[in-house]
C-alpha cells in the first residue's frame, strides 16, 4: 500500500513538473527575456487557416526590452520558440541601444489559428554571448525583399543580394524604420533568376504603401508585364492583357497591397482582406523589378515570393508589419509575473521610462506632498482640539462660573485666552476695590479684544498658505514635467526613426505619470484645505460672538449708571 502511495506521488509530481511551463527557463545566463505573442483568438487576429513559414517582425524597445542589461549591438540576442527550448533563425535589421529601439525579422514555422500560444522568446543579457544564430531568414522562399533599411546608397534585396540601380531618397520615420521615399522616379532592381517569371506559374507580390495625391499612371510594382498599380485611389492590376481593380488607398495612410497569381486566377489584397479577383495567367518574362514608376510618396517592405499565398498570410502580414496591438502583445518577463500582469507590471514600465527631468518633478512633488500632509494633519489636531475647549470653556463661562476648573483643562480655546485677556483688561480699571466701566473704558476693551481675536485668526490660518501652494502648483509641476517628457521621448523618436506605437507609449505614459503626480498633491491638500477653512471660520465666528459676549457681560457687571 505504501509503496502504490509512494509511485502515485511520484507520478503526480512528475505531471505537476510537465505541466509547468519552461517560463524564462531556456537560459539563466540570458536573464534579459522579452516574451512576444500573436493572439490569432477572438480578441486578436482572425485567421482562416494555419500559415507556415512565417517571417514576422519583432520590435523591441524600452518598454518590453532591457536595453541596459545586453549588449550594445545586440550580438547576444537570441530568440526561441513557444517551447523555450528550440532556436529560431532570426535577422536584425536594426539595434540601436542608444535609442533603445531594435527590429528582428524572425522566421517561424507555423502560426497557428483560434489561440494565444503563438509565442516567440527573446532572450539577451549575456555579456560573454557573440552572435549566434542569426541568419537571412528571407533567403530560402523569398526572390526579393526591401526593407530600404541601409543608410544610403542603392536599395539592397535582403534575399538575393541585388541592388536598385540609382540611390534612394529615404524617409527616417517609416513603418517599421526608415522607408523609401519615391517621387515618381521608380527604384529598379536587375533582371535575375530569381525574379524570372514562368509562363502560368505562380507569384506572390506585397508591399506597404503611404501615397500622396493621386497621380496618373501610378506604377507601385512590376515584373515585366505583371503591374500592380494605383488608379486614383483605388488598386489595381495588370496582366498581359488582363486587369482588375478594386479596393480603397486613400492618401496620407499607410496601407499594405499585394497581388497574388495563381491556377489561372489574379487576387487583390488590401490590408489583409481580398479586394478584387479576375481570370489571369502569369505570362513569361524575364525582367526585373522596378518600384514606384509615375508613383509619388512612401513605399516599405516590398516582397516577392514565388509562392501563392491566401489571405491568412496577407492578414498576418499586414497585422505584425503593421504592429497591430490586438495581435501583437509584447513585455519584459521578469519572473515575478506575466507581461500582461497587473498594476506592479505597469508600474514597473512607467518608473522605467521616467526621463531625468519628471524624476526631478516627481521629487519636488513629493516633497509638497508630505509638507501639505504635516500641515493638515496638525492642523486638524490643532481645531479639533480648539473645537473641543471652546465647548468646555463655553459651558462654564455660560454657567457664570468660568474659572471653577483647573485653567489648564481650557488651555487649548481660543475663547479663554480672550477671556483672559478681558479679565486683565477689567483688572486694569479697578479704583479702590470697584471696578467701574464707562463707555470709552469698554470700547477700549472691545478694541484689545478685536486686536487678540485678529492674532488669534493669524495663528490659526498659519501655513495654510502651503496648502494652497500645493493645490495651485501641484498640477502646474506635473504639466511641467509632463510636457518636457512628451518632447523629449518626441525628439528620440525622431533621432531613431521608428514612429511605431510601441515605442512612443511607454515614453509617452511615463511623461504622463508626472501629471498624475502632481493632481495627487492637488486633490488632497483641496479637499483637507476646504475642511480646514471651514473649520477655522467657525471657530473665528465663535470668537467674534464671544468678543461681544463679554463686552456686553463686562457692561451689565460694571457699567456706570
Do not use: C
Amino acid at each position: 500500500m505504501n509503496t502504490l502511495r509512494t509511485k502515485l506521488a511520484l507520478i503526480a509530481t512528475a505531471a505537476a513538473l510537465l505541466g509547468t511551463p519552461a517560463h524564462a527557463a531556456w537560459n539563466k545566463d540570458f536573464p534579459v527575456h522579452t516574451k512576444i505573442t500573436l493572439d490569432t483568438t477572438d480578441k486578436g487576429l482572425s485567421l482562416p487557416a494555419a500559415q507556415a513559414d512565417i517571417v514576422v517582425p519583432v520590435r523591441l524597445h524600452s518598454g518590453n526590452f532591457d536595453f541596459a542589461a545586453a549588449k550594445p549591438d545586440g550580438s547576444d540576442l537570441r530568440v526561441i520558440a513557444a517551447d523555450d527550448k528550440t532556436p529560431l533563425p532570426f535577422e536584425v535589421e536594426r539595434f540601436d541601444g542608444v535609442n533603445e529601439l531594435a527590429l528582428l525579422w524572425v522566421h517561424v514555422d507555423q502560426v497557428l489559428p483560434g489561440t494565444d500560444k503563438n509565442v516567440i522568446h527573446v532572450y539577451a543579457g549575456n555579456p560573454a554571448a557573440n552572435a549566434e544564430g542569426q541568419a537571412r531568414v528571407f533567403a530560402a522562399k523569398h526572390a526579393a525583399v526591401l526593407h530600404f533599411s541601409e543608410q544610403d546608397g542603392p536599395a539592397v534585396d535582403d534575399a538575393g543580394g541585388l541592388k536598385s540601380a540609382a540611390p534612394v531618397l529615404r524617409e527616417t520615420n517609416g513603418l517599421l524604420a526608415a522607408s523609401a521615399r519615391v517621387d515618381g522616379t521608380p527604384i529598379a532592381l536587375p533582371p535575375d533568376a530569381k525574379l524570372r517569371l514562368a509562363a502560368g506559374g505562380t507569384l506572390t507580390l506585397a508591399m506597404w504603401i503611404k501615397p500622396e495625391a493621386a497621380t496618373e499612371p501610378a506604377t507601385l510594382a512590376a515584373l515585366g508585364p505583371v503591374k500592380l498599380l494605383r488608379r486614383g485611389d483605388q488598386l489595381a492590376a495588370e496582366i498581359g492583357a488582363a486587369t482588375l481593380g478594386g479596393g480603397s488607398l486613400p492618401a496620407g495612410a499607410w496601407a499594405h497591397v499585394g497581388l497574388v497569381l495563381a491556377g489561372g486566377k489574379a487576387t487583390l489584397f488590401v490590408n489583409g482582406r481580398q479586394a478584387a479577383q479576375a481570370d489571369a495567367v502569369m505570362p513569361e518574362a524575364d525582367a526585373g523589378l522596378q518600384v514606384g514608376a509615375g508613383y509619388k510618396g512612401l513605399v516599405d517592405e516590398v516582397q516577392v515570393l514565388p509562392a501563392a499565398r491566401d489571405e491568412g498570410w496577407f492578414r498576418l502580414e499586414s497585422a505584425a508589419q503593421g504592429a497591430d496591438p490586438g495581435f501583437v502583445r509584447s513585455g519584459k518577463d521578469t519572473g515575478a509575473e506575466s507581461e500582461e500582469g497587473g498594476s506592479t507590471g505597469y508600474m514597473g514600465i512607467l518608473l522605467k521610462n521616467l526621463t531625468s527631468d519628471a524624476w526631478v518633478v516627481i521629487a519636488i512633488l513629493l516633497a509638497m506632498f508630505a509638507i501639505a500632509m504635516w500641515v493638515m494633519v496638525t492642523k486638524a489636531i490643532a481645531v479639533r482640539s480648539a473645537a473641543r475647549a471652546n465647548d468646555a470653556f463655553m459651558g462654564h463661562f455660560r454657567a457664570a462660573n468660568p474659572q471653577a476648573r483647573n485653567e489648564s483643562e481650557f488651555a487649548q480655546s481660543p475663547l479663554f485666552r480672550l477671556y483672559r485677556t478681558g479679565l486683565l483688561e477689567v483688572g486694569k480699571r479697578q479704583r479702590d476695590g470697584r471696578t467701574m466701566l464707562s463707555g470709552a473704558s469698554l470700547d477700549a476693551i472691545k478694541a484689545v479684544l478685536d486686536a487678540d481675536l485678529v492674532r488669534e485668526n493669524h495663528s490659526m490660518n498659519a501655513r495654510m498658505v502651503l496648502l494652497t501652494i500645493a493645490i495651485s502648483g501641484g498640477p502646474f509641476l506635473g504639466l511641467l514635467g509632463t510636457v518636457v517628457g512628451v518632447m523629449i521621448t518626441f525628439a528620440a523618436i525622431a533621432a531613431a526613426g521608428d514612429v511605431n506605437v510601441n515605442a512612443i507609449a511607454p515614453g509617452i505614459a511615463a511623461a504622463l505619470l508626472a501629471t498624475v503626480a502632481g493632481l495627487g498633491v492637488a486633490i488632497p491638500s483641496l479637499f483637507g484645505y476646504n475642511y480646514l477653512a471651514a473649520r477655522i471660520k467657525t471657530l473665528s465666528a465663535d470668537m467674534q460672538i464671544f468678543v461681544d459676549e463679554f463686552v456686553t457681560r463686562a457692561a451689565e457687571s460694571h457699567g456706570e449708571a
